[in-house]
């Protein structure tokens, strides 16, 4: 399913920048080793960018997985355009290897905020008539789905493929082009 080459390719990258990050990180005492200066702060910003670029090459992977699975027919996945019908929740049905199955309905997301700061809601019940309705719920919305246009497949092609540029020093460079700004709000409008 993956291009082992590419796989190994980013999985290489990841290695070396977490090598820098522990090189760089060696020598911090505390925190403001990394505060109290103008260089310290420079170093924060490449490690904070170290951190970034290694997010990226693991949510490219993830792109890349998404990516092949709508392109190695092994799957069917479909879309429900969102006038007919925009549903937030998760529903499922899990099916256990002796036959019996469980239902389960929820609004979580696997996020921090979701996890930690929303008021979220998951449900699970194995009872025959929840099992029949979500199946139900389910084969309406498939019957009204259609395959995700090759225009999707094509952008999570370009995101899984995308090559993010990131270099050092970025703060110093862009300082100039983020000074403070006041604003000052009248009736009419707020203006510089």
């Given amino acids: 399913m993956y291009d082992r080459t590419l796989v190994l390719d980013i ?23 990394l505060t109290a ?5 420079e170093r924060l910003d490449g490690l904070c960018m170290l951190f ?3 997010g990226e090459s693991l949510k490219n992977l993830g ?24 549903v937030h929740g998760k529903a499922g049905v899990i099916e256990a290897a002796d036959g019996s199955k469980t ?12 996890i930690a700061d929303n008021y979220e809601i998951l449900c699970e019940d194995p009872s025959a008539e929840g099992v029949a309705w979500v199946e139900g719920e389910f ?22 493929e995308r090559v993010d540029i990131r ?3 970025h703060r110093r460079l862009l300082a100039p082009l983020f000074q403070p700004v006041r604003l000052e709000r009248t009736r009419s409008n707020c203006r510089l």
């Fill in 52 to 54: 970034i670029a290694i």
């Fill in 103 to 114: 239902w389960f309905l929820a609004s979580i997301n696997e996020t921090k905020s979701a």
């Fill in 63 to 86: 792109y890349r997985r998404v990516h092949a699975l709508l392109t190695s027919g092994r799957v069917e996945i479909r879309v429900v355009p969102k006038d007919r019908v925009f």
């Fill in 139 to 160: 084969d309406t919305l498939w019957a009204d789905a259609f395959p995700p246009p090759e225009a999707i497949v094509d952008e999570v092609r370009r995101v899984a």
């Fill in 167 to 169: 270099f050092e020093g």
């Fill in 37 to 41: 200066t103008p260089e310290g702060e």
């Fill in 11 to 33: 999985l290489g990258q990841i290695d070396g920048a977490l090598q820098k990050v522990c090189d760089r990180s060696g020598r911090i005492a505390n925190a403001d080793d």
